[in-house]
């Protein structure tokens, strides 16, 4: 690490040169964010760096950083020597922190094998047979490209090494120990931060945690040319996990439900029986239902299935519309077979009389199935009683049409009945309709002719207004 320690004192001197500005971008970041559906807290111990003892001032310095080490790796922070162990600016290059102001790096690859990691412990060790998921952001630095005039830069893998001891912490490469998930890292730059994600299924104990490159063969350089890889590493994650989700149990509805399918994997991809992506499913009828999710950081895919039937709603007929006419009673009769029943008003036989007008209803449900039907109708009054109104009548004697009066059997809450003679004079005035006139005024016998009338009322049961008017013809 001479030459670094020599390029450390050139970027300072830039940086009085050249009065560099610091730009310190601070955002928020959720460490358990993952692809798929999270069951713990992140285990890992200052994430991003944030956390430290004292600010960088050279090389080598990652221990500053609280839980994290690593022989001859570095750590940058903002409140750092300026231009040099700082951030943006650093001997590494610019870059700004993916979360906060501090991250670390170390050259994962250079000539000969060498090859440097950083290590933390977690808050607690691995449960065996559970899944983790891994997630970490890279950036190339630009000092990976300023070794030398004719360098190269080996874009190769890196990932993650979990272990139940601490790893040797040496530039030797470790190739069998422990659990290892490991990702390409072909298409990193200098300017964006790329997102290494995986996961794994712990064997238990296990609580160290390495970053670096871990392949057990990797093409050297050629042996007249230097290179390296020199990576700032930030916000790094180990979360309990799990990518299995549940539709339900298998289920059986009544007629006209439905049932919203949701297998709630954030960030999924799904995929289901008719080829649709959408992220929830609605049922209306009865199949066999699946999705398969796939999480395209992980690349894994989970499916589940889900067999839906559907059962009959009760049969059940009040009829049409009903008029009714006074004094009648119609019978409702919503009875199936297994059937409990409960009506506007609370009862619950499976017959209701009516004898008043009024909207009704029933609710059915098959004590079976448990499935619920309604049905309803609305009783109005009708005018079954017609009013009859005579255009002639007898008064002599004999019994017969003796009387001139209406003719219904309604009932009047109102009622009133007027005579006139062709001149306007008012002869006969009742308020009862029984009560007819005898072709007397005055208690004398009127001549026969044609005589006006005005009949007048309000139905009892109806509230009907009525009004008839017309001439009626006096026999002797």
């Known amino acids: 690490m001479l030459l670094l320690r020599l390029i450390v004192y050139l970027c300072y001197l830039l940086f009085i040169m050249n009065k560099a500005i610091i730009i310190i971008i601070i955002s928020l970041f959720?460490?358990?964010?993952?692809n798929a559906q999270v069951l713990s807290p992140n285990l890992v111990q200052n994430p991003s760096f944030e956390v430290f003892s004292s600010c960088p001032l050279g090389t080598d310095e990652l221990y500053l950083a609280t839980h994290w080490w690593g022989f001859s790796t570095e750590y940058y922070n903002a409140c750092g020597l300026p231009g040099t162990f700082s951030v943006p600016l650093n001997v590494g290059g610019f870059q700004n922190a993916h979360t906060g102001v501090a991250y670390a790096a170390c050259a994962i690859y250079e000539n000969n094998n060498y090859r440097e990691t950083i290590k933390t412990i977690l808050s607690d060790s691995l449960i065996a047979n559970k899944r983790y998921c891994t997630k970490f952001y890279i950036s190339l630095a630009e000092y990976t490209y300023i070794w030398s005039p004719t360098a190269y830069v080996l874009l190769d893998s890196i990932g993650m090494l979990i272990t139940k001891d601490s790893v040797q912490?040496?530039?030797?490469?470790?190739?069998?120990?422990?659990?290892?998930?490991?990702?390409?890292?072909f298409n990193i730059d200098t300017i964006n931060w790329s997102k290494i994600t995986n996961t794994f299924i712990s064997n238990g104990g296990e609580q160290y945690l390495t970053i670096g490159n871990f392949d057990n063969f990797i093409i050297n350089y050629p042996s007249n040319l230097s290179g390296r890889t020199y990576i700032y590493i930030d916000d790094v994650s180990v979360c309990e996990c799990s990518f299995a989700f549940s539709l339900g149990n298998d289920t059986t509805l009544c007629e006209g439900e439905t049932l919203v399918l949701n297998p709630n994997m954030p960030n999924a991809i799904y995929k289901w029986q008719?080829?649709?992506?959408?992220?929830?499913?609605?049922?209306?009828k009865a199949g066999t239902y699946w999705v398969r999710a796939y999480f395209p950081d992980y690349g894994i895919t989970t499916s589940d299935t889900i067999i839906i039937n559907y059962l009959p709603l009760p049969i059940i007929n009040l009829g049409s519309d009903y008029k009714l006419c006074q004094g009648d009673t119609i019978t409702l009769n919503a009875t199936i077979n297994k059937g409990s029943y409960l009506w506007q008003d609370g009862s619950t036989s499976p017959i209701s009389k009516i004898t008043q007008l009024g909207y009704y209803w029933v609710k059915v449900?098959?004590?079976?199935?448990?499935?619920?039907?309604?049905?309803?109708?609305n009783v109005t009054y009708?005018?079954?009683?017609?009013?009859?109104?005579?255009?002639?009548?007898?008064?002599?004697?004999?019994?017969?049409?003796?009387?001139?009066?209406?003719?219904?059997l309604?009932?009047?809450?109102?009622?009133?009945?007027?005579?006139?003679?062709?001149?306007?004079?008012?002869?006969?005035?009742?308020?009862?309709?029984?009560k007819g006139w005898d072709g007397t005024f005055k208690g004398k016998f009127v001549p026969y002719g044609v005589y006006v009338y005005l009949v007048t009322g309000i139905i009892k049961d109806t509230n009907e207004q009525i009004k008839r008017n017309g001439t009626v013809t006096l026999l002797r």
């Not at 008719?274 to 209306?284: I, M």
């Not at 449900?365 to 109708?377: A, F, P, Y």
């Open 30 to 34: 959720a460490f358990t964010n993952l």
């Open 169 to 185: 912490d040496n530039t030797l490469p470790i190739f069998n120990n422990g659990i290892k998930v490991q990702n390409d890292i």
């Open 274 to 284: 008719d080829s649709s992506h959408v992220a929830t499913y609605t049922v209306t």
């Open 365 to 377: 449900t098959d004590t079976t199935t448990k499935c619920s039907s309604t049905d309803n109708i």
């Open 382 to 408: 009708s005018n079954c009683n017609p009013i009859n109104i005579p255009n002639s009548f007898t008064p002599n004697g004999d019994g017969l049409n003796d009387e001139f009066k209406i003719v219904t």
């Open 410 to 434: 309604a009932e009047f809450s109102e009622f009133k009945m007027i005579i006139y003679n062709r001149w306007g004079e008012l002869l006969f005035e009742s308020t009862d309709k029984n």
